[in-house]
């Protein structure tokens, strides 16, 4: 199991994430500089220092792009197992990210697990019409019914990588 981490301009809860995840010992740690800077080296030495690999976009091509480049990494580079892709921002806490890492490895028939936000408070106009038409379409094509398309906390099974390196768009 690998959890892939795509981060532009992190701050120290990138670091905080990825040592409470050690604790856990899902598995290698993944993350993608999406171009970043030279200002933020010195979290993604200090990520690296962790143990975790760390590659670099020499400039910001987005979070599409980056996913590519860490799933293809991990094609290439194993291990073979699902892969579990979080933010680095932090809103996506440690024991969420293992769940989904459960639920990963408990499925008999592999697919996609989506981490699920519960909104709350102030949430902008533009976001939540943003999920709330999304969530329609989806339901309408799948059949199926998701509370939070958008939500970056996501597990796949490695039989998809090939898959997921070949999605049209960034």
Same mark, same amino acid.
């Given at each position: 199991?690998?959890?892939?981490?795509?981060?532009?301009? $992190?701050?120290?809860?990138?670091?905080?994430?990825?040592?409470?995840?050690?604790?856990?010992?899902?598995?290698?740690?993944?993350?993608?500089?999406?171009?970043?800077?030279?200002?933020?080296?010195?979290?993604?030495?200090?990520?690296?220092?962790?143990?975790?690999?760390?590659?670099? %976009?020499?400039?910001?091509?987005?979070?599409?792009?980056?996913?590519?480049?860490?799933?293809? %990494?991990?094609?290439? %580079?194993?291990?073979?197992?699902?892969?579990?892709?979080?933010?680095?921002?932090?809103? %996506?806490?440690?024991?969420?990210?293992?769940?989904?890492?459960? @639920?990963?490895?408990?499925?008999?028939?592999?697919?996609?697990?989506?981490?699920?936000?519960?909104?709350?408070?102030?949430?902008?106009?533009?976001?939540?019409?943003?999920?709330? @038409?999304?969530?329609? @379409?989806?339901?309408?094509?799948?059949?199926?019914? @998701?509370?939070?398309?958008?939500?970056?906390?996501?597990?796949? $099974?490695?039989?998809?990588?090939?898959?997921?390196?070949?999605?049209?768009?960034?």
């Amino acid at each position: 199991m690998t959890i892939l981490i795509p981060s532009y301009e $992190p701050d120290v809860r990138l670091l905080n994430l990825v040592l409470q995840l050690q604790t856990f010992q899902l598995g290698p740690i993944v993350i993608v500089d999406d171009g970043s800077g030279p200002g933020y080296r010195g979290i993604f030495e200090t990520a690296e220092a962790y143990g975790c690999t760390v590659l670099t %976009h020499t400039v910001n091509l987005g979070k599409g792009r980056a996913l590519k480049t860490g799933f293809q %990494h991990i094609k290439e %580079h194993g291990p073979q197992g699902g892969i579990v892709c979080a933010d680095s921002d932090g809103q %996506h806490l440690p024991h969420d990210i293992k769940r989904i890492f459960d @639920v990963l490895l408990e499925q008999t028939n592999p697919g996609i697990v989506l981490g699920s936000r519960r909104f709350s408070g102030t949430i902008p106009a533009r976001s939540r019409f943003g999920n709330t @038409v999304t969530r329609g @379409v989806f339901s309408l094509t799948t059949g199926t019914k @998701v509370y939070d398309t958008q939500t970056g906390l996501r597990g796949f $099974p490695y039989s998809m990588l090939d898959w997921l390196c070949q999605i049209p768009g960034e």
